[in-house]
């Protein structure tokens, strides 16, 4: 090989399986690590006899590629991509492209973007999920950035992202500037409330019924043949079901329950904050990571709080293990509801042209969340464009009748035995407010208009108008500016 096809810096797990990816589809690629004895490591290893060529510093790697040129980074996301492209640019061309692919801030990706743009280079900030497997056999792939260089890369893209029944691949431009990570940063939200809603249903039966892991492990196995088939409740079914080597006893039971997160989920909550848009299941996902970090806490507070005392379960086991799926199946699909409803009102804050249905397209498959149940948001988004909520498309209204009596006698026992339900409980509220045409709103405005003269509107008068009531007698009848941060 003279030349490669794009040069990728960064070898770590997900860096090596994109470019073993990239080579097994015959595309060529020169790849650099800091670390040049990871270079050597994987060329005489993994990458021994593929279309891959290392080498030892950015310089050599620039030479190494066909114009115009197309460097990936792999690289943690913050201040180290800032660092590498302040490298690579002295060596490039006007016209060559930068691809960022990590999991970087989508403000981050607005600025290098347009700081780019101004110097003349290309710049594409890309999402890709799917872990180690979905890298190295086909991940999903969220470009966005300057449009002018997804025809560079489109065809490599598209040819290492997976593919759905007919071919389709998980990977099409999203939009401008900061638009590919953007989705991405939503996609690991939801992935936060998914991966939570599992858990709460895990901790339902486990406290509830008192099941063990096996048992539990036959649940989601058949949970994964019917409309919550995903690679989340597939996996889960494998993880219940281990057993440690040494000492026989469920790998689960083992593992300390102390949870870890790099960041995204917290900021979907904070861009939902700022957006005014409803994440509730998601950020209660990401509070229940950080409740379970206080683990010396809690062990402390165990030992002098006391719960509910609870009776043992005497109910129909099969019935409730089917309300627990149907609870599951409902908040999901109010997860994914506020995951859409903020994408849109990111695109109406930042001028993205963002395609919904093609958004479902890319999760269907190769992240995490892939799941059958995205290709009925596809059809939702496929036959209403301008869908303001999947709550209100006929076939997600249908699932949430058929679950809801589920959903509310789960959420209840779980209370009455003491076992947190955050994102199921949230998700439901979520959903009976929605669902509401009045809310207790109107004392919450007469609130801010007695102590701030904050104003209200009326329910006899136009929207848009607003007023101001001297209650106690003794204010004046100046109103503070009615507004919304």
Known sequence: MSQADIGLIGLAVMGENLVLNMASHGIGVAVYNRTTSRVDDFISGRAQGQPIIGTHSPEALIAQLKKPRRIMLMVQAGSAVDRVIEQLLPLLDPGDIIIDGGN?????????????????????GTGVSGGEEGALKGPSIMPGGNPEAWPHVKDIFQSIAAKVEDGSPCCDWVGANGAGHYV??????????????ICEAYDVMRHVLGMEPAEMAEVFAEWNGGELDSYLIEITAEILAKKDDESGKPMIDLILD????????????????QLGAVATAITEAVYARSLSALKDERVAAAAVLQGPDAQPFTGDRSAFIEDVRCALYASKICSYAQGFQLLRMAAVEYDWQLNFGSIALMWRGGCIIRAQFLGRIKEAFDADSQLANLLLAPYFQQAIAQSQSSWRRVIAKA???????????????????YRSDRLPANLLQAQRDYFGAHTYERTDRPRGEFFHTNWTGRGGDTASTAYNV
């Open 104 to 124: 970087s801030n989508y403000q981050d990706t607005v600025r290098r973007t347009r700081e780019l743009t101004e110097k003349g280079f290309l710049y594409i």
């Open 184 to 197: 991405k940063m939503i996609h690991n939200g939801i992935e936060y409330g998914d991966m939570q809603m």
């Open 258 to 273: 102390a949870a870890g997160q790099k960041g995204t989920g917290k900021w979907t909550g904070i861009d939902a904050l």
């Open 415 to 433: 209370v009455e035995h003491g076992v947190p339900v955050p994102a199921f409980s949230s998700a439901l509220a979520y959903f009976d407010g």
